[in-house]
């Protein structure tokens, strides 16, 4: 089995172990998946840290990257949701010119 990254779910469940044990229940929906994808990291991160201050939002989004698949579950959640680029791009605190460059590559 080849490697790809790291193993998010034992580091978020090592950290709720450790640290946050009264989060456990709140975060087992997640947790309870074979592999986390890009979205859940997101998610639990927040679930477990809360939203972060404006600088450190402003910085840790400059080092998010997308895969494929988590490119399209984004745009299937706006057409699911009936949102338009900008309530997208909120949402996922996204640049309105990234929603617009993956709907044109990936004709959606």
């Known amino acids: 089995m080849e490697n790809t990254g790291p193993d998010y779910k034992k580091i978020y469940s090592d950290i709720i172990e ?57 745009l299937e959640y706006q057409q699911k949701n009936c949102l338009n680029n900008t309530q997208l791009a909120q949402h996922f605190r996204l640049s309105r010119n990234s929603v617009t460059h993956w709907k ?3 004709k959606v």
């Open 18 to 74: 450790r640290d946050f044990p009264d989060k456990k229940e709140m975060c087992k929906n997640i947790l309870s998946k074979t592999v986390l994808s890009q979205l859940d990291v997101i998610e639990i991160n927040t679930l477990i840290f809360g939203n972060a201050s404006r600088e450190i939002s402003i910085s840790n989004q400059k080092h998010r990257s997308y895969n494929k698949q988590t490119i399209l579950q984004i």
């Open 104 to 106: 044109k590559k990936f």
